[in-house]
């Protein structure tokens, strides 16, 4: 087993470019999340999902729009990245009932 | 609101012991527990329900003052591999999102 998978490790951006990033689970989870850490802030909530076909915001959602078109699978896009938007991206999963998370490798974003 | 980590750095000796402290202006229904090591992902350590109800590793142990809305995380006889840099996360039992705010971080450095 996988677990929690994400899709690319690293990545380079533009000002104006866009991209998608993938999580991917194999642990047969509900529920889904997409954080950002930057240095000395912790981890932030962007979008999270509670089952497949559902999408709702987090603590910071501008600039970010998610899809969850099948159960294992999260997605978060930049439609147009900024330069504050250089961050590590986690994606996170939980279904127990003790909501212990299981986070993803992470993805290192820089937007020059 | 994020919670309040104290201290935000603490460095210590093989085989001392250390209290990382996790401090909330609302109400909990749950404080978990996580260690991050620099470049990885966060690791689950512990969970605190409310009701007294805990999950986590034999080695670790906190406490959960629900009339306070703090937790505190108790390391005992520190090992080299107990560095790295400590979160909690708070949830509330506000609809069922199980969503988590999480500290900006307590370091903790373990020398020989």
């Known amino acids: 087993n996988a677990g929690v998978t994400q899709t690319p490790k690293f990545r380079v951006l533009k000002t104006g470019q866009s991209m998608t990033l993938l999580c991917a689970q194999d642990?047969?989870?509900?529920?889904m999340y997409w954080y950002r850490q930057d240095p000395g802030m912790g981890l932030r909530l962007i979008h999270y999902s509670v089952g497949e076909g559902t999408t709702a915001k987090g603590e910071v959602p501008d600039g970010y729009n998610v899809s969850r078109l099948k159960k294992q699978n999260f997605l978060l896009g930049l439609e147009s990245a900024a330069p504050s938007q250089t961050s590590v991206y986690f994606c996170a999963t939980t279904g127990s009932s003790y909501n212990e998370q299981f986070f993803g490798p992470g993805t290192r974003l820089t937007v020059l | 609101q994020q919670p309040v980590q104290s201290p935000q750095a603490v460095i210590l000796r093989e085989g001392e012991d250390a209290v990382i402290n996790c401090s909330s202006s609302?109400?909990?229904?749950?404080v978990h527990w996580y260690r991050q090591k620099h470049g990885e992902a966060p690791v689950f350590l512990m969970i605190?329900?409310?009701?007294?109800e805990q999950k986590g590793h034999e080695k670790i142990s906190a406490s959960f003052n629900e009339k306070k809305q703090q937790s505190s995380l108790y390391l005992t006889a520190s090992q080299l591999s107990y560095s790295g840099t400590y979160f909690c996360?708070?949830?509330?039992?506000?609809?069922?999102?199980?969503?988590?705010?999480f500290g900006s971080g307590t370091q903790l450095t373990v020398l020989p």
């Open positions: 642990m047969n989870h509900e529920y």
């Open positions: 609302k109400a909990l229904y749950s």
């Open positions: 996360g708070t949830g509330s039992r506000s609809g069922s999102a199980r969503q988590l705010t």
């Open positions: 605190l329900l409310k009701g007294g």
